[in-house]
T-cell receptor, first 113, second 115 residues
Framework: KAGVTQTPRYLIKTRGQQVTLSCSPI?????VSWYQQTPGQGLQFLFE???????NKGNFPGRFSGRQFSNSRSEMNVSTLELGDSALYLCASSFVGGAAEQYFGPGTRLTVT | AQTVTQSQPEMSVQEAETVTLSCTYDTSESDYYLFWYKQPPSRQMILVIRQEAYKQQNATENRFSVNFQKAAKSFSLKISDSQLGDAAMYFCAYRSGGSQGNLIFGKGTKLSVKP
């Protein structure tokens, strides 16, 4: 079974631009979560989607948004990029919440210059 | 709000020896799950071990075991017979029970394994 895939793997953007990251979950997984990983703040939860609905959201500004499609693939969008948005963005999928294991993708490394 | 604390930013262990990574957490919930994740350099995060709060028995996965002290809110990871491939960042994570719990991570412990 294929794992979680994320595209692109690396991205360089300029301040003020917007970016869209994509995540394809493991086949059969309907929950997709996004996390931001930085050296200073560590791993922080962005949001979770389940059956095309956002059902949980972390403490990030409205510039960060996401969506999920009927095939469970998810995208996250960051508008008006800031230098501080430079990070590794991780996507994780699972069957359902609770004890279900979250399987992580390799991440997208975003650099904002 | 729940918090997870890993007090050891870096640890080192000799190959074949045993090492214990510490993790404490704070919560007022009674239903939750605890995890240890491993993130090797430039590689994907993988789950090492999982513990349900309602289970008194400590979880074990091959060379990895935990010491779960619910009253003390402590969740340490013991790695026995350390191998070079165990070198990685290790993250302790908390998740509330129910269907909408996201993972709350500690800052991580960087483990080095000396040959």
């Amino acid at each position: 079974k294929a794992g979680v895939t994320q595209t692109p793997r690396y991205l360089i953007k300029t301040r003020g631009q917007q970016v869209t990251l994509s995540c394809s979950p493991i086949s059969g997984h309907r929950s997709v979560s996004w996390y931001q990983q930085t050296p200073g703040q560590g791993l922080q939860f962005l949001f979770e989607y389940f059956s095309e609905t956002q059902r949980n959201k972390g403490n990030f500004p409205g510039r960060f948004s996401g969506r999920q499609f009927s095939n469970s693939r998810s995208e996250m969008n960051v508008s008006t990029l800031e230098l501080g948005d430079s990070a590794l963005y991780l996507c994780a999928s699972s069957f359902v919440g609770g004890a279900a294991e979250q399987y992580f993708g390799p991440g997208t490394r975003l650099t904002v210059t | 709000a729940q918090t997870v604390t890993q007090s050891q930013p870096e640890m080192s262990v000799q190959e074949a020896e045993t090492v214990t990574l510490s993790c404490t957490y704070d919560t007022s919930e009674s239903d939750y799950y605890l995890f240890w994740y491993k993130q090797p350099p430039s590689r994907q995060m993988i789950l090492v071990i999982r513990q349900e709060a309602y289970k008194q028995q400590n979880a074990t996965e091959n060379r990895f075991s935990v010491n779960f002290q619910k009253a003390a809110k402590s969740f340490s990871l013991k790695i026995s017979d350390s191998q070079l491939g165990d070198a990685a960042m290790y993250f302790c994570a908390y998740r509330s029970g129910g269907s909408q719990g996201n993972l709350i991570f500690g800052k991580g412990t960087k483990l080095s394994v000396k040959p």
